[in-house]
């Protein structure tokens, strides 16, 4: 059985920092690409970044240079690095194993003052 498990979410100040983690079980994040994707409230679910098996990266263009996926072997979790964060950035982030579609329950994000 598949499952992924975000954390790491909470409310942050604008310019602040957080870091999201994407617990894998059932699969082996080394082998498939994986991705972080976010909904803000009544907009539609968007690609933020994405990790194939052999550590390409791909940005969203409004995160570039302030956001970082990466992941740990070992640990078999992919992470989000969020720096210099901005209030249009607060959404519900969600981890996906893209080949078969895999989603997580999701962790709130909120930059505010």
């Known amino acids: 059985q598949v499952r992924l498990v975000e954390s790491g979410g909470g409310l942050v100040q604008p310019g602040g920092s957080l870091r999201l983690s994407c617990a894998a079980s059932?699969?082996?994040?080394?082998?498939?690409?994986m991705g972080w994707y976010r909904q803000a409230p009544g907009k539609q679910r968007d690609l933020v970044a994405t990790?194939?098996?052999?550590?390409?990266?791909n940005y969203a263009n409004s995160v570039k240079g302030r956001f970082t996926i990466s992941r740990d072997d070992t640990k078999n979790t992919v992470y989000l690095q969020m720096n210099g964060l901005k209030p249009e950035d607060t959404a519900v982030y969600y981890c996906?194993?893209?080949?078969?579609?895999?989603w997580g329950q999701g962790t709130q994000v909120t930059v505010s003052s």
């Open positions: 996906r194993q893209l080949a078969n579609n895999y």
């Open positions: 059932g699969l082996s994040v080394t082998m498939t690409t």
């Open positions: 990790i194939t098996s052999g550590r390409s990266t």
